[in-house]
C-alpha cells in the first residue's frame, strides 16, 4: 500500500460549484498533515494544514479522520483560478530525514 | 513569506554531463534544506536532507555518489547531478525549513527542469 493515496482525476466542476476530495495516509504514526496545490509545472504551494478538529480558511475546508486514516479537502463555490493539482502531504516519523510525504495529486479542473 | 530561488530553472544537457543546481534561501536562514525530485504525473519525492555544515542524509535508493549535495551555508544548498543519464531527467525541487522554525514549514523553490539527452 502507497504511504499516501489520491485519486487521480481529473475532476472536471462547474465553477460555483462545491468539491471535495479525500487522501488516505497508511502509516498510523504521522504526525502532521497538509494540502498543497500545485500549478502545472511549477513548485507546489502550502495551501493549509489539517487538523484534527477540522479548520477552515475561507472557502477551503480541511478534515483529518485518523480513526480511518484520511484527510479531506472540501472547496466552496469554486472559481477558475482553483484548477490546479492538489496534494496531498503527511509528515512522516522515523528514517534519517525528517520530509515530507507526498500524494500524487488530485487533478481539478474548474469549468466556466 | 519565505522566498527560496533555484538556479537554473531549466537546463538541458547531454548524457555523461554534470550539472549542478543551487537553491537559495532569499530572506531567512535555512539550517535544513531537502531535495525532491518529481518525474511526470508523479508525487515529489524526496532525495536528500541537508543541514547546514553537515553530510546530506540521503534516501533509500538515492545514490549520494550520483547526486552530490553540498550546504555550506544557512542560505546556500547546492544539489550536483553527476554524469547525468535521460533518465535523471526530471524536475527537481529544493525547500528551505527556517533555522527558528519547526520543520513542518518547508518553503519550495521554483524548481529547475533537467533535460538530459
Known amino acids: 500500500r502507497k504511504e499516501v493515496e489520491q485519486d487521480p482525476g481529473p475532476f472536471n466542476v462547474p465553477e460555483g460549484a462545491t468539491v471535495a476530495f479525500n487522501c488516505t495516509y497508511s502509516?498510523?504514526?504521522?504526525?502532521?498533515f497538509f494540502w498543497y496545490r500545485q500549478d502545472c509545472r511549477k513548485e507546489p504551494k502550502l495551501l493549509m494544514s489539517?487538523?484534527?478538529s477540522g479548520n477552515e480558511d475561507g472557502r477551503f475546508t480541511a478534515q483529518l479522520n485518523r480513526a480511518s486514516q484520511y484527510i479531506s479537502l472540501l472547496i466552496r463555490d469554486s472559481k477558475l483560478s482553483d484548477s490546479a493539482t492538489y496534494l496531498c502531504?503527511?509528515?512522516?516519523?522515523?528514517?534519517?530525514?525528517?520530509?515530507?510525504?507526498f500524494g500524487k495529486g488530485t487533478h481539478l479542473i474548474i469549468q466556466p | 513569506g519565505a522566498v527560496v530561488s533555484q538556479h537554473p530553472s531549466w537546463v538541458i544537457c547531454k548524457s555523461g554531463t554534470s550539472v549542478k543546481i543551487e537553491c537559495r534561501s532569499l530572506?531567512?536562514?535555512?539550517?535544513?534544506m531537502f531535495w525532491y525530485r518529481q518525474f511526470p504525473k508523479q508525487s515529489l519525492m524526496l532525495m536528500a536532507t541537508?543541514?547546514?555544515?553537515?553530510?546530506?542524509?540521503?534516501e533509500q535508493g538515492v545514490e549520494k555518489d550520483k547526486f552530490l549535495i553540498n550546504h555550506a551555508s544557512l542560505t546556500l544548498s547546492t544539489l550536483t547531478v553527476t554524469s547525468a543519464h535521460p533518465e535523471d531527467s526530471s524536475f527537481y525541487i529544493c525547500?528551505?525549513?527556517?533555522?527558528?522554525?519547526?520543520?513542518?514549514?518547508?518553503?519550495f523553490g521554483p524548481g529547475t527542469r533537467l533535460t538530459v539527452l
Open positions: 525547500s528551505g525549513s527556517p533555522r527558528s522554525g519547526d520543520l513542518d514549514t518547508q518553503y
Open positions: 489539517v487538523y484534527s
Open positions: 502509516n498510523s504514526a504521522s504526525q502532521s
Open positions: 530572506d531567512f536562514q535555512a539550517t535544513t
Open positions: 502531504v503527511v509528515k512522516r516519523l522515523g528514517g534519517g530525514a525528517d520530509g515530507l510525504t
Open positions: 541537508s543541514n547546514e555544515g553537515s553530510k546530506a542524509t540521503y
